[in-house]
Every structure is written in C-alpha cells, then in structure tokens.
C-alpha cells in the first residue's frame, strides 16, 4: 500500500491516486507481461509491478518532505519482496512481502505498551507536529496528562491489533486465490483496514478530547482554561500484512 498520511484528508482525491498506483497499474503490468512475455516468471512479473506502489511511495514522501511509519512499511516491504526474490522466493511469497514487515511492526507495537511511552505516541507526534519544536515540545506536555496517557495506550493496542488482523488476511488471500486476484484484493484489503483503522482513531480521538474539555470545565466552573489537546489522525503537515 502506497504510504498515506491521515492528515492529507479521507475523500476520493486522497485515494483516486493510490487506488490507481497500488491496484489498477501493478494489475494491468503483471497482466500484460505475462501475456507479451510467456517466457517471464510470475516472480520478476510481480517485481516489475511493484514499481508502482513504490512511485507512489517516493511522491509521497517527496511531497511531506518526510518518512511516515507507513512508508516505511511499505518501502521495507518492497525491498524484503526483492530479496525474497533473489534468495529464490516463489511469487506468492512476493505477494506478502510487505506483511512480513506490517506483522514485525504490530508486535513492536504491541510490545511498546510496556515501554515509557508507546509507539503511537510517537507516530502521532510526527503526524501532527510538522517538525516544529514548539509544537514538539506542547505535543510531549500531553503525556503528564493521565488520560492522556491512556488514550495513547488504547490507540497502541487497537493499531497493534488492527496490523495483526491485516496479516492474517492478507496471507489468507494470497494463498487462497490466484495471484491475479490476489494482487487485486490484496492491497484493497490493506487499504481497507488502514481506513478503518484511521476513521476510529479520528472519532476516539475527538471523543476523548471532548471529555477531556467536559472534565476541565467542570473543574474550573464551566471556564475550561486553555490546554493543549489530543491531536486526531485527521491532523498533521499532510496527507495501511
């Protein structure tokens, strides 16, 4: 999947080009390589149209000026599938290159629960920041926070979760329809899951805002003083198993 940021906005402009580069182009190459070149392996056809996702990639990163943990995923999937490839993986494990890394991602996720601070928290400071220190350093205020601090720690584990389920299906797909369709559902697959996952962090985030705001409030009789707040996936410098 090609690397999105949350901040870019959830309209059919966000995702036109990403469906065009991560579906339509890597199926329509595979398909026609393998028609003009019987003599190709499903392997360097499959290689081939990972060019795509990975332009995609490169634009996105070109545009944001930075390396979100998506692309990175991504990326790093790519150059597994390619090694994978060299070593003498078959196109099916091509095909689930990028989980191998997704999968790697969701247990240090999930593991960072027990860290000071867990890996969300870091993901939605680079999202939501801009790289600016001023806004770094308000962003670090918010872990003194308790409820703060929870609700870093439910989006960890619901994004851990969510990155497991999407390997699993992933691997399900792949393995259990031709590569062609797999190709296909695959990366729709991904980007379903990624979607939903950024819907939910977007309402969880502006739900816990506002009882954050509902407690202040009433603490300071109805006058919420000023006080930095949770950024939702929906912020940040721009716009997946």
């Known amino acids: 999947m090609a690397a999105q940021h949350p901040g870019g906005g959830l309209s059919l402009r966000t995702f036109a080009p990403m469906l065009l580069l991560d579906v339509v ?25 990972g060019v795509f996702p990975a332009l995609a990639n490169v634009i996105s990163i070109v545009r944001s000026r930075s390396l979100d943990i998506i692309g990175v995923i991504v990326l790093l999937g ?14 099916r494990l091509i095909l689930v290159r990028e989980s191998f890394v997704t999968g790697a991602v969701a ?27 001023v806004r770094i350093a308000e962003f670090d205020a918010l872990w003194q926070n308790p409820a703060a601090r929870h609700v870093f720690r439910v989006m960890t584990a619901v994004w851990g979760i969510g990155w497991l389920v999407e390997v699993a299906l992933k691997v399900l797909i792949v393995f259990t329809l031709s590569i062609p369709e797999a190709l296909v559902v695959g990366p729709i697959e991904s980007g379903a899951i990624t979607l939903v996952l950024i819907l939910w962090t977007v309402r969880y985030a502006r ?25 939702s996936a929906s912020r ?6």
Do not use: K
Request: proline residues 12%.
């Open 25 to 49: 182009c890597p199926y329509l190459t595979y398909r026609l390589l393998q028609r003009n070149d019987p003599a190709m392996s499903q392997t360097v056809a499959l290689l081939l149209s």
């Open 236 to 241: 940040g410098p721009r716009g997946s198993g």
């Open 207 to 231: 739900a816990a805002r506002r009882r954050g705001e509902a407690r202040l409030a009433a603490a300071s009789g109805g006058q919420p003083p000023p006080s930095p707040t949770i950024p």
């Open 107 to 133: 247990l240090v996720c999930l593991a960072s629960l027990w860290a000071p601070r867990p890996l969300l928290f870091y993901i939605g400071r680079d999202f939501s920041t801009g790289h600016d220190p």
């Open 78 to 91: 790519i150059v597994v599938g390619a090694v994978a490839a060299l070593l003498g993986g078959g196109p």
